[in-house]
């Protein structure tokens, strides 16, 4: 398993120099200043892999671009309006350029108008750090209230939209706008990001495109890019919902095991993947990470290793980023079941037989609280999340070795 980190480039406040003192092993990073449906060019992949060559003061980090997170999937695209075959096309070129660079590993999405969505972005923990949150109350009170969403109220259960007229009546306007800055932050590190006045507009576009129109889709797109990615040499890999559960209305299509094989049996090709997101598939109590790993292991091409804590029993609810091995999911049998593949992999000699991973998100600890780093993307936060993986890691691969010595 490659151990990676996640970069966002020359203004990220966690430099090439941490991730090296962290002792990563490669970097996953995009060009996330280029507008989304534009062609990455060349140059600009050669420039961005120069940066992660050399340390601070020139000296080479030994460190290569390994993961593409995100070439992000335009809203044209998903929706098919607009530009999407042109985006479409662009997709294409710049999955081209990637490969004549030497990348061969590309996350994406196809989560419709928001990526990931966090009511907190610093929610305290009782040993005083912070990490991301997800209060369910908190987004009815936005969804309801602040977006003030047509059908809102009925979509929540009736004790939730109840609590969340409590919840927004004792907020002042400051938490309001923090409240509205939050849900709709957009994708880490992006060039784009969104007011309210943009989300009631896509929201407006969205209404006439159900889950199975979405899905279709989402298969057109890959119909058109898989083979692409096929023939250069390139891995791409879905991440999921996160959260794995419609929000605002909007149709979510990839949240479940059954939602992760209707992709790969829609366009059957080994470089249509998937990125196992621990954290985001495991705030949903009903996915079995380690099963998914095992069944669905074939084409996991990327994995992300986090973990949430749900806060309630239901299926669906209120969650936070806990500490790597401290929440809901069981990460030491995800990652032994990650390290069977690769042995599988390395029987039937396959040339991607070690899976790159990364610590994904971490809490806020110690110096994290001053730095003020991309939120979830802490330095010490992941530090701690790596070394502990690692350690994982290590004692199943010494076990194994000693069963089979």
Same mark, same amino acid.
């Given at each position: 398993?490659?151990?990676?980190?996640?970069?966002?480039?020359?203004?990220?406040?966690?430099?090439?120099?941490?991730?090296?003192?962290?002792?990563?092993?490669?970097?996953?990073?995009?060009?996330?200043?280029?507008?989304?449906?534009?062609?990455?060019?060349?140059?600009?992949?050669?420039?961005?892999?120069?940066?992660?060559?050399?340390?601070?003061?020139?000296?080479?980090?030994?460190?290569?671009?390994?993961?593409?997170?995100?070439?992000?999937?335009?809203?044209?695209?998903?929706?098919?309006?607009?530009?999407?075959?042109?985006?479409?096309?662009?997709?294409?070129?710049?999955?081209?350029?990637?490969?004549?660079?030497?990348?061969?590993?590309?996350?994406?999405?196809?989560?419709?108008?928001?990526?990931?969505?966090?009511?907190?972005?610093?929610?305290?923990?009782?040993?005083?750090?912070?990490?991301?949150?997800?209060?369910?109350?908190?987004? /009815?009170?936005?969804?309801?209230?602040?977006?003030?969403?047509?059908?809102?109220?009925?979509?929540?259960?009736?004790?939730?939209?109840?609590?969340?007229?409590?919840?927004?009546?004792?907020?002042?306007?400051?938490?309001?706008?923090?409240?509205?800055?939050?849900?709709?932050?957009?994708?880490?590190?992006?060039?784009?990001?969104?007011?309210?006045?943009?989300?009631?507009?896509?929201?407006?576009?969205?209404?006439?495109?159900?889950?199975?129109?979405?899905?279709?889709?989402?298969?057109?797109?890959?119909?058109?890019?898989?083979?692409?990615?096929?023939?250069?040499?390139?891995?791409?890999?879905?991440?999921?919902?996160?959260?794995?559960?419609?929000?605002?209305?909007?149709?979510?299509?990839?949240?479940?095991?059954?939602?992760? /094989?209707?992709?790969?049996?829609?366009?059957?090709?080994?470089?249509?993947?998937?990125?196992?997101?621990?954290?985001?598939?495991?705030?949903?109590?009903?996915?079995?990470?380690?099963?998914?790993?095992?069944?669905?292991?074939?084409?996991?091409?990327?994995?992300?290793?986090?973990?949430?804590?749900?806060?309630?029993?239901?299926?669906?609810?209120?969650?936070?980023?806990?500490?790597?091995?401290?929440?809901?999911?069981?990460?030491?049998?995800?990652?032994?079941?990650?390290?069977?593949?690769?042995?599988?992999?390395?029987?039937?000699?396959?040339?991607?037989?070690?899976?790159?991973?990364?610590?994904?998100?971490?809490?806020?600890?110690?110096?994290?609280?001053?730095?003020?780093?991309?939120?979830?993307?802490?330095?010490?936060?992941?530090?701690?999340?790596?070394?502990?993986?690692?350690?994982?890691?290590?004692?199943?691969?010494?076990?194994?070795?000693?069963?089979?010595?």
């Amino acid at each position: 398993m490659k151990q990676t980190w996640r970069w966002f480039g020359p203004h990220d406040t966690v430099s090439v120099d941490d991730m090296l003192q962290a002792g990563v092993q490669g970097v996953v990073t995009a060009l996330h200043h280029v507008p989304t449906g534009d062609v990455w060019s060349v140059e600009e992949i050669q420039r961005r892999q120069a940066l992660v060559a050399r340390m601070a003061d020139g000296a080479p980090s030994g460190l290569g671009w390994d993961v593409v997170e995100s070439l992000p999937v335009s809203e044209d695209i998903k929706k098919q309006r607009g530009d999407w075959k042109t985006h479409i096309d662009h997709y294409k070129t710049s999955l081209r350029h990637l490969a004549r660079c030497g990348i061969e590993v590309v996350c994406y999405n196809f989560m419709p108008v928001l990526d990931w969505t966090r009511t907190d972005l610093g929610w305290r923990l009782p040993h005083g750090g912070t990490c991301m949150r997800f209060d369910f109350i908190d987004f /009815a009170a936005f969804d309801i209230h602040i977006l003030q969403r047509p059908g809102a109220a009925e979509s929540f259960p009736a004790e939730i939209a109840e609590a969340a007229a409590e919840r927004f009546a004792a907020m002042d306007a400051a938490r309001q706008r923090q409240l509205a800055d939050n849900v709709v932050f957009g994708l880490p590190g992006a060039a784009d990001h969104m007011t309210l006045a943009d989300v009631r507009a896509h929201l407006q576009e969205y209404r006439q495109i159900d889950a199975d129109r979405l899905r279709r889709h989402f298969h057109d797109f890959l119909e058109q890019v898989a083979p692409v990615a096929q023939d250069v040499g390139i891995r791409l890999c879905c991440h999921p919902d996160d959260p794995p559960h419609p929000l605002l209305g909007l149709p979510r299509i990839m949240s479940t095991e059954a939602d992760y /094989a209707q992709l790969m049996k829609a366009v059957d090709l080994p470089a249509n993947g998937i990125t196992l997101c621990a954290g985001s598939l495991g705030a949903r109590a009903d996915n079995d990470l380690p099963g998914m790993m095992r069944r669905l292991g074939d084409r996991v091409h990327f994995l992300h290793l986090r973990n949430v804590r749900r806060e309630t029993g239901v299926l669906f609810g209120s969650f936070h980023e806990a500490e790597h091995l401290a929440g809901d999911t069981d990460m030491v049998a995800l990652i032994e079941a990650a390290l069977q593949e690769e042995q599988r992999r390395r029987d039937a000699g396959r040339a991607d037989s070690s899976i790159p991973f990364r610590p994904d998100h971490g809490q806020d600890i110690l110096d994290d609280l001053k730095r003020k780093a991309q939120p979830g993307y802490p330095a010490i936060g992941r530090l701690r999340g790596l070394a502990e993986l690692r350690g994982v890691v290590t004692a199943l691969e010494h076990s194994a070795a000693r069963r089979a010595a």
